[in-house]
């Protein structure tokens, strides 16, 4: 069975500065897919970033970067230039393939609270 | 485009009774997926349904079900409710198939169950 784990439970990280979320997972599947969620306190799991096993190069989108670090099983999401709005709970996520279908269920983390301090 | 609506917002029941728990996926999605993510606990997986049929589904009790409709919109039932189901139930769509990154899974923005 896959396991995601996030050992940061909460951070507190002055606005303008980057922050890194750990996250670290364990699977025996040679193909599967990486993800961060954002959620707010309203509830909805926003999708940020995504990388795949065979992708080379680490994922970017916008102010958001994933530092994939195949052989050493961790998926860390680097937010640079934070800013107030980015105050929320972070959770990473991995996709699980089994049998002919490609997408089945995704296995999350317990997520890490961010919090961006003026 | 429309992302994945889910109705009701919030939802309040009594032990025993029965819940209905509605997924509109963004269009052309064909799956659903529904998870449960009970106060101060990650989200646990419940269903998935593609095509109609239900393909796997988490570790929950079978008073746990739902559907899926031939416009890909589904419903999550739960029977006899418990206490311990109140929690955010979030709903999910994405293509079954494609090319890697696009079975990314997008919530909707979820119903909030409350069982007295």
């Known amino acids: 069975a896959q396991k995601i784990t996030q050992t940061q439970p909460g951070m507190f990280v002055q606005e303008k500065e980057a922050v890194t979320l750990d996250c670290t997972y364990d699977t025996s599947d040679q193909s599967y897919g990486l993800f961060w969620y954002k959620q707010p306190s309203s509830g909805e799991m926003i999708f940020l970033i995504y990388?795949?096993?065979?992708?080379?190069q680490n994922a970017t989108e916008g102010r958001y970067s994933l530092n994939f670090q195949k052989a050493r099983k961790s998926a860390n999401l680097v937010i640079s230039a934070s800013q107030l709005g980015d105050s929320a709970m972070y959770f990473c996520a991995m996709r699980e393939v089994l049998g002919d279908f490609g997408n089945e269920k995704l296995t999350f983390g317990t997520g890490t609270r961010l919090t961006i301090i003026p | 485009e429309a992302g994945v609506t889910q109705s009701p917002t919030h939802l309040i029941k009594t032990r025993g009774q029965q819940a209905t728990l509605r997924c509109s996926p963004i269009s052309g999605h064909t799956s659903v997926y529904w998870y449960q993510q009970a106060l101060g606990l990650g989200l646990q997986f419940l269903l998935w349904?593609?095509?109609?049929?239900?393909?796997n589904r988490g570790n929950f009790p079978p008073r746990f079900s739902g559907r899926q409709f031939p416009n890909y919109s589904s419903e999550l039932n739960v029977n006899a409710l418990e206490l311990e189901d109140s929690a955010l139930y979030l709903c999910?769509?994405?293509?079954?198939?494609?090319?890697?990154?696009?079975?990314?899974?997008?919530f909707g923005p979820g119903t909030r169950l409350l069982v007295l």
């Open positions: 349904y593609d095509e109609g049929e239900e393909r």
């Open positions: 999910a769509s994405s293509w079954a198939w494609g090319l890697a990154g696009e079975e990314t899974q997008y």
């Open positions: 990388q795949g096993s065979y992708d080379e």
